[in-house]
């Protein structure tokens, strides 16, 4: 697509719309920059103004949209607000950041998506590629904007996405070499309303693959499998529950693929640094796109030896006074909460709690008996998860107006041989910036309870 003399509206000023604003200014293009926040809530505005980059703040571009040749959205902006509707009525292109930046992509894409997993997945992923590529760039929704290195992209770089479904919105030639969906659960049906759209915009990742293109799917998650009808690619399945006669897959505490002809052990999980059955599904999600990717088996063992897991995910913090402090403030749904619960293997006492993103707590807080301690709740859904657990006959419960109070609540509850787990089930907006926020005031508390 040609973007010199265009007139584009890009909406959001977060990352990934400055940094598709300031690409398109490079570009040729005339930009105005939009955010519904009021000028003075924003930051570098003044530097932007002085790009030649235009600015409409303080409310949705309603009266302006159909002034532009093309609408690019940032993924946090919902694409059901009137000025997306009009924008489309008046026949003007909208899509999102992630899409610009593929136009502009000169080398093969990997995209990783699911609910749960997708930035340790796409971190491992990136390593593995990097130990044979240093042209790799990992950009997306794990926090670097796909924007912002696609200027320094060449034929032989690789980039490495992770995609969530709000980046999938308004997708149109997005077309990866390899593309993976870890697994689904309900999650953001606050935005997207209903499981089916939900899935719809995490499928959108392999729709413009071919016969000659790979889709990694989770074989032991039946929304992932029935995926396997609905794409081009040739699909290469993981497995933690069985074993498979193509694919790659845990059994016994050791992780074995048949893949090309070739079968082999890759390695134990005892070798790995990441625990839970969850990591097991990632490192074997990132060896089967490794592997697609022409990587050796004895490279990629030797990355994921070497793997330590990502900040902010079952992170262990510090033990004081003989309680283990774990940083999970990526658990923001319900799944990824249960999946650190279930990791501990000590008492929890357990903070949860944030904003609401209109799912239900059951499956998680029917856990909570003979693995969690107390709980502590924080946020918006403290009475939705109050009411679930009290269903499931858990009562041990602490209501909390700060993240200071429940910090200071859970040293006070937890006792020699506890652990006390950030692992919220919800979004950290409304409290929080954002999850990154969120896990680093943890740590930081934790650092102070260590010196007090």
């Given at each position: 697509?040609?973007?010199?003399g265009?007139?584009?509206?890009?909406?959001?000023?977060?990352?990934?719309?400055?940094?598709?604003?300031?690409?398109?200014?490079r570009?040729?293009?005339?930009?105005?920059?939009?955010?519904s926040?009021k000028?003075?809530?924003?930051?570098?505005?003044?530097?932007?103004?002085?790009?030649?980059?235009?600015?409409?703040?303080?409310?949705?571009?309603d009266?302006?949209?159909?002034?532009?040749?093309?609408?690019?959205?940032?993924?946090?902006?919902?694409?059901?607000l009137?000025?997306?509707?009009?924008a489309?009525?008046?026949?003007?292109?909208?899509?999102?950041?992630?899409?610009?930046?593929?136009?502009?992509?000169?080398?093969?894409?990997?995209?990783?998506?699911?609910?749960?997993?997708k930035t340790?997945?796409?971190?491992?992923?990136?390593?593995?590629?990097?130990?044979?590529n240093?042209?790799?760039?990992?950009?997306?929704?794990?926090?670097?904007?796909?924007s912002?290195v696609?200027?320094?992209?060449?034929?032989?770089?690789?980039?490495?996405?992770?995609?969530?479904?709000?980046?999938?919105?308004?997708?149109v030639?997005?077309?990866?070499?390899?593309s993976?969906?870890?697994?689904?659960?309900p999650?953001h049906l606050?935005?997207?309303?209903?499981m089916?759209?939900?899935?719809?915009?995490?499928?959108?990742?392999?729709?413009?693959?071919?016969?000659?293109?790979?889709?990694v799917?989770?074989?032991?998650?039946?929304?992932c499998?029935?995926?396997?009808?609905?794409?081009?690619a040739?699909?290469?399945?993981?497995s933690?529950?069985?074993?498979?006669?193509e694919?790659?897959?845990?059994k016994?505490g050791?992780?074995?693929?048949?893949?090309?002809?070739?079968?082999?052990?890759?390695?134990?999980?005892?070798?790995?640094?990441?625990?839970?059955?969850?990591?097991?599904?990632?490192?074997?999600?990132?060896?089967?796109?490794?592997?697609?990717?022409?990587?050796?088996?004895?490279?990629?063992r030797?990355?994921?030896?070497?793997?330590?897991?990502?900040?902010?995910?079952?992170?262990?913090?510090?033990?004081?006074?003989?309680?283990?402090?774990?940083?999970?403030?990526?658990?923001?749904?319900?799944?990824?909460?249960?999946?650190?619960?279930?990791?501990?293997k000590?008492?929890?006492?357990?903070?949860?709690?944030?904003?609401?993103?209109?799912?239900?707590?059951?499956d998680?807080?029917?856990?909570?008996?003979g693995?969690?301690?107390?709980?502590?709740?924080?946020?918006?859904t403290?009475?939705?998860?109050?009411?679930?657990?009290?269903?499931?006959?858990?009562?041990?419960?602490?209501d909390?107006?700060?993240?200071?109070?429940?910090?200071?609540?859970?040293?006070?509850?937890?006792?020699?041989?506890d652990?006390?787990?950030?692992?919220?089930?919800c979004?950290?907006?409304?409290?929080?910036?954002?999850?990154?926020?969120?896990?680093?005031?943890?740590?930081?508390?934790?650092q102070?309870?260590?010196?007090?």
């Amino acid at each position: 697509m040609e973007y010199r003399g265009k007139k584009v509206l890009v909406c959001g000023m977060a990352k990934s719309g400055i940094a598709a604003a300031e690409m398109l200014c490079r570009l040729g293009a005339s930009v105005t920059l939009q955010d519904s926040k009021k000028r003075e809530e924003l930051q570098n505005v003044s530097e932007l103004e002085n790009m030649g980059i235009a600015l409409y703040t303080g409310k949705n571009p309603d009266d302006i949209v159909t002034q532009y040749d093309l609408v690019v959205m940032s993924p946090g902006v919902p694409c059901d607000l009137p000025f997306v509707l009009e924008a489309e009525k008046a026949g003007i292109p909208v899509i999102s950041e992630v899409e610009f930046a593929f136009t502009l992509t000169p080398c093969p894409v990997i995209a990783i998506t699911g609910t749960n997993g997708k930035t340790t997945t796409t971190t491992l992923v990136g390593e593995l590629m990097r130990a044979v590529n240093p042209k790799t760039e990992v950009v997306g929704n794990i926090g670097v904007s796909y924007s912002s290195v696609v200027e320094q992209l060449e034929k032989d770089s690789v980039v490495v996405a992770e995609i969530s479904s709000f980046q999938m919105e308004k997708a149109v030639t997005f077309h990866p070499h390899i593309s993976a969906v870890l697994n689904i659960s309900p999650d953001h049906l606050n935005r997207h309303k209903t499981m089916e759209t939900y899935i719809e915009m995490k499928e959108r990742v392999f729709y413009n693959q071919t016969a000659q293109d790979v889709t990694v799917l989770n074989e032991a998650d039946p929304v992932c499998r029935a995926m396997a009808e609905k794409t081009a690619a040739r699909v290469f399945f993981f497995s933690s529950q069985r074993e498979l006669t193509e694919g790659i897959w845990l059994k016994d505490g050791e992780i074995f693929y048949a893949w090309d002809g070739k079968k082999e052990k890759l390695l134990a999980v005892d070798e790995l640094q990441i625990l839970g059955v969850h990591n097991y599904e990632n490192v074997m999600a990132a060896a089967a796109i490794a592997l697609c990717a022409g990587v050796a088996s004895e490279t990629i063992r030797e990355v994921l030896r070497a793997f330590r897991g990502v900040e902010h995910r079952i992170e262990y913090v510090a033990t004081v006074d003989g309680v283990d402090y774990y940083n999970d403030s990526k658990g923001t749904n319900t799944d990824a909460s249960i999946r650190a619960v279930l990791a501990m293997k000590k008492p929890i006492v357990l903070i949860g709690g944030g904003y609401d993103k209109g799912v239900s707590f059951d499956d998680w807080t029917a856990l909570f008996q003979g693995r969690v301690k107390k709980l502590v709740l924080i946020g918006k859904t403290a009475p939705k998860i109050r009411a679930s657990a009290q269903k499931q006959g858990f009562y041990d419960i602490v209501d909390c107006d700060t993240f200071e109070e429940a910090m200071q609540t859970c040293k006070k509850e937890a006792k020699e041989g506890d652990c006390v787990l950030l692992s919220p089930a919800c979004a950290s907006w409304g409290m929080f910036d954002n999850y990154e926020q969120r896990g680093r005031i943890f740590k930081e508390i934790v650092q102070r309870f260590m010196t007090e």
